[in-house]
């Protein structure tokens, strides 16, 4: 017989409108949730992939502002990862670098291993590596640029959080990058786009999965954001008009993206999982 789950549920109460919080049962929680002075992510392991420079670095140093220490994943910009290195360290905290292609499953695989071996635990995966080349038509999507996106954009999410579950326990938060392609689509960025949106479906269907684990998972679609991989993606003239189009007009920075990973990481959101947030410039999506 199926085991079944028993929901918990408060006495019966009724009261005249509008009603008093002192006279419920439980009374309410109202009070600021409560953090060591240290910081909202005191003493987590926080591991970022992609966060080297963009939004992953500036997520890993609000981490590390908060508490948090890192190990970072990256492809091959060595120089950037040390910087970023550097600029956690000044924060007190450890940070672990891992160089090597996330498109590979063995990788991922060694990334888990060595931080676990470094850190002995995982409190938070952000999964944020992320790759895109324009094309014309789909017609200009060569089968190995089609896997390739997908190997590091989709596949490395599912291989990173595949091998750290064994070590994540209640409490956890998984956070996927998505995007605002994923929403409304990109004529020049059909394959990268299909990956965003499997990232929407992977957050949504691994979030109802874990949710007795009491681990939670989302994901955050950032609209246009000023990272190394726009200025190494597209054109001069895109790269000064970039981000231009959004309601804002502008381009976003990576640490105007950074709190929503804090905010999902941390307590703040412990009521939350399988959502997306949107920090986009203004630009109006469902879901």
Same mark, same amino acid.
């Given at each position: 017989?199926?085991?079944?789950?028993?929901?918990?549920?408060?006495?019966?109460?009724?009261?005249?409108?509008?009603?008093?919080?002192?006279?419920?049962?439980?009374?309410?929680?109202?009070?600021?949730?409560?953090?060591?002075?240290?910081?909202?992510?005191?003493?987590?392991?926080?591991?970022?992939?992609?966060?080297?420079?963009?939004?992953?670095?500036?997520?890993?140093?609000?981490?590390?502002?908060?508490?948090?220490?890192?190990?970072?994943?990256?492809?091959?910009?060595?120089?950037?990862?040390?910087?970023?290195?550097?600029?956690?360290?000044?924060?007190?905290?450890?940070?672990?670098?891992?160089?090597?292609?996330?498109?590979?499953?063995?990788?991922?695989?060694?990334?888990?291993?060595?931080?676990?071996?470094?850190?002995?635990?995982?409190?938070?995966? *952000?999964?944020?590596?992320? =790759?895109?080349?324009?094309? $014309?038509?789909?017609?200009? #999507? /060569?089968?190995?640029? @089609?896997?390739?996106?997908?190997?590091?954009?989709?596949?490395?999410?599912?291989?990173?959080?595949?091998?750290?579950?064994?070590?994540?326990?209640?409490?956890?938060?998984?956070?996927?990058?998505?995007?605002?392609?994923?929403?409304?689509?990109?004529?020049?960025?059909?394959?990268?786009?299909?990956?965003?949106?499997?990232?929407?479906?992977?957050?949504?269907?691994?979030?109802?999965?874990?949710?007795?684990?009491?681990?939670?998972?989302?994901?955050?679609?950032?609209?246009?954001?000023?990272?190394?991989?726009?200025?190494?993606?597209?054109?001069?003239?895109?790269?000064?008009?970039?981000?231009?189009?959004?309601?804002?007009?502008?381009?976003?920075?990576?640490?105007? *993206?950074?709190?929503?990973? =804090?905010?999902?990481?941390? $307590?703040?959101?412990?009521? #939350? /999982?399988?959502?997306? @947030?949107?920090?986009?410039?203004?630009?109006?999506?469902?879901?």
């Amino acid at each position: 017989m199926e085991k079944q789950t028993k929901k918990k549920i408060r006495p019966q109460q009724k009261q005249q409108r509008p009603g008093l919080e002192k006279n419920m049962n439980p009374v309410p929680e109202t009070n600021p949730i409560k953090y060591p002075k240290e910081g909202k992510l005191k003493n987590k392991v926080a591991l970022i992939t992609g966060g080297d420079s963009g939004i992953g670095k500036a997520t890993a140093l609000l981490f590390a502002k908060e508490g948090a220490d890192i190990v970072i994943a990256y492809l091959s910009e060595t120089k950037d990862a040390k910087q970023t290195q550097k600029e956690i360290e000044a924060y007190f905290r450890k940070c672990t670098l891992i160089k090597g292609d996330l498109g590979k499953e063995n990788h991922c695989k060694k990334i888990i291993e060595t931080a676990i071996k470094n850190h002995e635990k995982i409190d938070i995966i *952000v999964n944020n590596a992320g =790759l895109h080349w324009e094309a $014309e038509s789909i017609e200009d #999507i /060569s089968t190995e640029q @089609l896997s390739k996106t997908f190997q590091n954009n989709f596949f490395s999410y599912f291989w990173i959080t595949k091998y750290a579950m064994p070590y994540l326990k209640k409490g956890a938060s998984i956070i996927n990058t998505s995007s605002v392609t994923a929403y409304r689509g990109s004529p020049k960025l059909i394959d990268y786009s299909a990956t965003k949106g499997a990232i929407i479906s992977f957050t949504r269907s691994l979030s109802a999965n874990l949710i007795e684990k009491g681990i939670r998972v989302n994901a955050v679609a950032p609209g246009p954001i000023w990272t190394p991989l726009i200025s190494s993606s597209f054109k001069p003239k895109k790269n000064s008009e970039f981000g231009s189009d959004s309601p804002m007009k502008r381009a976003g920075m990576p640490n105007e *993206v950074a709190p929503c990973f =804090l905010f999902l990481a941390s $307590e703040d959101s412990r009521y #939350i /999982s399988g959502q997306v @947030l949107h920090p986009n410039g203004g630009e109006i999506v469902n879901g």
